[in-house]
């Protein structure tokens, strides 16, 4: 399928346009390469976009990252690109397409009821037609699936649906379809090899009030299982049922009819870690903190010559060699010098920089393991760094320290953090572009909701005990320097238990090389100081000489 | 009437029940005694409340300030108290009435048509049954109104009509009736005698797109204006009519049935003070700070065997010498001791306490001038104060600065905001029951939406360039001492100016007996060195000898 193509299509049919989106019928959830629909109409191969082709053109909506990828991967005589900084896509849609013959076309297994409900406010007067073979997108290739097993995760798959059942009774439900793979998986203790960084099991489950379920997938060794076509002999046999439309492809309705948008209360289960999931993530962050700091040390030594993508490849072999490793939990990000100014910056293979001495290694990275997934960002000073490079290191120490040091009410939601944060960098004139904090799943998606801090998420959802954030303030001087520092932490009641607090769950030591001492407030001295200590005793028994030798000096105090 | 014989009404109507507000017309303003129908009924004189009347029961809910005052107010074994920390109004009706044959009657004048459909959504099967002879409960007594200059608002009454034109036209409406007081106030230029704090015109102004209007107001001697009940035959004469539901009486749709919510852009516009206002806001600062710095002086001379009303009416003697003074801006809260420590104190005229020494006497007052209003706590320790005084009051210190030196993005609402004040209160376990901040009019009411920084106000609207708001932190230790310190700031860019931070507009020493140097960092420190030199430097030329002497000591560097 090309765009020529669909236009042809689109022009005999008489229609307005088509909507892409990037995503299979998971929807907002990691896909592979051969599921991208937008990479292989356009050659775009960012992980946000949407396509809109009409009968004579076509456009890609693409956010700030992607502007610039964009221009240079796509051919821009046949496909214009779209600011989403500039305009939404409903916006756009609204703004050109007010006739009532607007027809527009759309794959319903990868569009979620969400999004179509918002389409057909917007364009009030359009028709929304499905394309006539809709296709769930899902590649070929065949998953491993297997059991999370019940050490690590606590509880059962059977009380977790029996949880979910007792819910859906409440809700005066006969069954609830859970369309989200993430939850899915959380629920029945069930992973797979599908995604490169995410063990997530890409299926479907149908809960019944009375605790029966039903698995759809497909492509997997699963059994039993059902095929999703499946769905639509399935779901007319109950009356009442729930889904969360944001997850849930709008082909279900039509399965569905009397289908009631019920928020899928899995995921705030799912955030919520019990104390085993907890434990677990204390003990893979205290081997993540071995692997991760072995690294370090290497590289103080080795570094020069070697590429980003050398580096990465050796963090890996650390990684691999703690037990209970899965995989990375997403792709490193290595940026050396002026490449750490790019927040989402991927080494290409091939060109990848050469570390130098007097600059900065930014080195955002984490992995998957069966007791819990982790998510650190160092910034490594290689050599002498500059005085700017110290400076704003600081500040943005210091941003960290104020966020995970903060105390807060219950029901405190993340937009009400996130400027405690940047006080240290906005006083001086200066931010960071991305949000500070993001959800972290458990040997799951590394970026899970519902919690996340961020200015953008005026409506997200509240921090609540044991649930897992990343703290993550940086700043960004477009080719010069990155700076970036990031722990994990989960959220336990404040010395006074009527309010919250953040634990730290990331050890590895933040390089001294980079702080000025002289611009932190003893407070800020004492926490640094504190984190240290406690980074050298959790980690030194795992070290070797040389590498303890090394540690003792990084983790002194200030 | 009495709550017996509205019984007796309900009975022979077969009626449900009947709701009564705290309010006239003007809905969300201040109310005279005589138009408090809720303390004519039952003798609570709080400032706010709903009662409820049942032919057999009646019921009145208040909110947390006020459990123990309607305690001792009210006849409770006629009317039972509901305390609204435990459950809405709304629930609590949805609790009680779910029947078919609800049947609640209200007065159509007194109850918002926002309200009227919370109500109504609340209790589908209910009906809602205006009284027959709806009443607006407008004192009778007649009100002064008299012109707000230009040389004071900056702006003609004519171009704030004009611009409000413009907004209908783009609106596509024929005509907005403005139902705020504090709005058409603003709009008109003009003020009242009407209310005791505040010089608010209680009008409704009726504009239409082509810039015409007309004034509906009643016991005043505002010529020309109408009479209310001619609403009634002159909004039918309009086709497309808006108004903000949050403040227009249920009544008016029953005149415009087509009438459209329309949030009324007055207040934003009555919100962003301009120049001229911002200068005048300064000037009247500067007097009040030089009236209330004096009082002050007086106090530390004169305290001994005073009591709590007869120290505020010293305070208002000295304002009342200021020029431009027209009236307190709300009812001095002068609290000695342990009486500090209720957040909404007001002395009993009687059994006022007597001030001694080795305690704080909390003073939050604010005047009504010409060219600004003002609001502002001090907290002053009499003789010698305790240690726990002293860490407490630099604890609320630390967490005025840290708001008033904060530095944030265009479009952060207060609730973004709150947090970054309570820090250093919450990392030591305590925390202050109420808002952090509320906006401030001009020469208007002393609490002015659309912003306010607290953290319950999830939803309210951002600050922005040129509004006022407060920043007023506190501590409060029952049956011991109470703690505030409250500036007012305005809203200013940053020195990058992409962002917004804070001005102060309040000149007034904070006393430093009640500070613990080493508590604070030096940033701090700094903080209020400055803000004692300004003070120093704005107030010096206004004071007598002996004052400037005692100013020079107040405002010295730490």
Redesign the interface.
């Known amino acids: 399928m090309d765009i020529k193509s669909i236009q042809k299509e689109l022009k005999t049919a008489k229609l307005t346009g088509e909507i892409f989106t990037l995503g299979n019928l998971f929807i907002g959830e990691d896909i592979l390469p051969d599921e991208n629909i937008i990479l292989s109409l356009t050659g775009f191969s960012g992980s946000y976009a949407i396509l809109f082709v009409t009968p004579s053109k076509s456009f890609l909506f693409v956010d700030g990252r992607y502007e610039l990828q964009a221009k240079k991967e796509i051919n821009t005589r046949q496909t214009e690109i779209v600011k989403l900084s500039e305009i939404s896509f409903l916006n756009w849609l609204k703004k050109n397409y007010t006739a009532t013959n607007t027809k527009i076309r759309y794959n319903p297994w990868v569009i979620s009821l969400q999004d179509l409900k918002r389409y057909e406010r917007a364009l009030p007067k359009a028709e929304f037609i499905p394309i006539s073979a809709p296709n769930f997108l899902l590649s070929k290739k065949k998953a491993k699936v297997f059991p999370h097993q019940k050490k690590f995760t606590g509880q059962t798959a059977k009380d977790k649906i029996n949880g979910l059942a007792r819910h859906i009774k409440q809700l005066g439900l006969d069954a609830f379809l859970v369309t989200s793979a993430a939850n899915t998986s959380w629920l029945l203790n069930l992973r797979s090899n599908a995604l490169p960084y995410s063990p997530i099991f890409r299926a479907y489950v149908l809960v019944e009030k009375n605790g029966n379920y039903k698995i759809f997938a497909e492509n997997t060794d699963q059994t039993p299982s059902l095929p999703f076509k499946d769905l639509a002999k399935i779901l007319p046999q109950y009356k009442n049922i729930g889904a969360d439309f944001d997850t849930t492809p709008a082909i279900i309705e039509n399965y569905a009819p009397t289908l009631k948008h019920t928020p899928d209360n899995t995921t705030l289960a799912k955030a919520i870690k019990n104390t085993t999931e907890l434990k677990g993530m204390r003990n893979a962050h205290l081997r993540d903190g071995v692997a991760l700091s072995k690294f370090i040390y290497w590289l103080s030594k080795n570094y020069k010559d070697k590429t980003e993508t050398e580096v990465a490849e050796k963090l890996l072999s650390f990684r691999k060699k703690e037990p209970d490793f899965f995989s990375e939990s997403f792709a490193t990000i290595a940026g050396f010098g002026k490449n750490a100014a790019i927040v989402h910056y991927h080494a290409p293979e091939k060109k990848s920089a050469v570390l130098k001495k007097n600059s900065v290694l930014l080195l955002d990275s984490g992995g998957q393991y069966f007791d819990g997934t982790t998510d650190v960002t160092r910034t490594i000073a290689l050599g002498t760094p500059s005085s700017d490079m110290i400076e704003k290191n600081t500040l943005v120490l210091k941003a960290h320290i104020a966020l995970a ?5 219950q029901a ?2 993340g ?6 944060a940047r ?1 240290p960098l ?2 001086q ?3 960071y572009e991305h949000g500070t904090g993001h959800g972290v799943g458990f040997f799951s998606d590394v970026h899970e909701g519902p919690a996340r801090i961020s ?1 953008h998420a ?1 409506h997200s959802a509240p921090l609540e005990k044991g649930m897992v954030t990343s703290i993550e303030p940086g700043y960004y001087k477009e080719n010069a320097f990155g700076i970036r520092i990031e722990n994990l932490y989960y959220v336990k009641p ?3 238990p ?2 919250l607090t953040f634990e730290v769950l990331t050890l590895v030591p933040i390089d001294k090389k980079l702080i000025n001492k002289y611009l932190l ?3 800020e001295i004492t926490w640094l100081n504190r984190y240290h200590r406690q980074v050298f005793l959790s980690l030194k028994k795992y070290l070797t000489k040389q590498e303890l030798s090394w540690l003792k000096d990084a983790c002194a105090p200030l």
Chains 1, 2 share one sequence.
């Open positions: 040091s903060a105390v807060f009410h405190t939601s937009n009400e953090l996130d400027l405690i006080q906005l006083k004139g200066l931010d200015i005026k404040a010395k006074n009527k309010f407030t003893p407070d």
